[in-house]
């Protein structure tokens, strides 16, 4: 006769069983918890990020917009110029670095009219800004002096009048000056003799007056650069020639 099965029980457990399973119990619930703060503060950054990058490119795009706005464009080249897009990013002739930055302007030979705007002063990563050949009227910002980063300042054969600011002086990454072809008048500032990255200055077919500066960067710029200025007196002679000559 076959023995009744006894109904099994399981054993109780020991304190030490216990006291390892609330430890599992509990040990992945305050490490999840853990993970969760620290991806919770990195995606909080993350959005920080996004958005300072959001409002950096909508000022950027704004200040884009306002240069677009005083432009006459028959070409429809800053067709894609929308103000609407998140950033400029997208736009035709816009080139941006990685943190979504403006830092190329390259509108030369675009058959483009008006006047240039004080908000390109905003663009504070710009390194290149490329108008030239067009036909732009009006003068030069002098916010363009907050430019800091600016390698190449490209206006030439434009028709641009009025004075070359002096707050080009502050440019100090400039190596490329060409504002040949213009109608600019007065003198040639001496504050851009302090830009030591300066390589090429050209200021000629204009109206300037004065003389031209012999140093600093000015000691390699070949004369012809400075030809065809009426009112221009030549190579100053330090302690010789006075400094605002034939200028009124």
Not at 42 to 52: A, F, G, I, M, N
Not at 89 to 108: E, M, P, Y
Not at 124 to 152: D, M
Request: some cysteine; glycine content about 6%.
């Amino acid at each position: 006769m076959a023995k009744p099965m006894t109904e099994m029980h399981p054993s109780p457990l020991t304190n030490i069983q216990r006291s390892h399973r609330e430890i599992e119990r509990y040990r992945p619930r305050n490490t999840i918890c853990r993970r969760k703060g620290k991806r919770k503060k990195v995606e909080r950054k993350k959005e920080r990020k996004k958005e300072d990058r959001k409002v950096y490119a909508n000022s950027e795009g704004d200040a884009l917009y306002t240069l677009r706005k005083s432009l006459s464009d028959p070409g429809n080249v800053l067709q894609s110029w929308d103000p609407t897009l998140v950033n400029p990013c997208t736009w035709f002739h816009i080139t941006c670095n990685q943190d979504n930055r403006v830092t190329r302007l390259d509108l030369g030979n675009s058959n483009l009219s008006g006047h240039l705007v004080p908000e390109l002063g905003k663009l504070e990563h710009l390194q290149y800004l490329e108008l030239y050949k067009n036909s732009i009227q009006g003068s030069i910002p002098t916010e363009l002096g907050n430019l800091k980063s600016l390698i190449s300042l490209d206006l030439y054969n434009n028709n641009i009048s009025g004075t070359i600011p002096l707050s080009l002086g502050k440019l100090k990454s400039l190596v490329f000056l060409r504002l040949n072809g213009n109608r600019l008048t007065g003198q040639i500032p001496r504050e851009l003799v302090g830009i030591s990255s300066l390589k090429v200055v050209d200021v000629s077919n204009n109206d300037l007056c004065g003389t031209i500066p012999t140093s600093g960067p000015f000691e390699h710029i070949p004369l012809n650069n400075f030809e065809n200025n009426p009112r221009l007196e030549g190579p100053e002679l330090l302690g010789l020639a006075s400094y605002d000559t034939n200028c009124s």
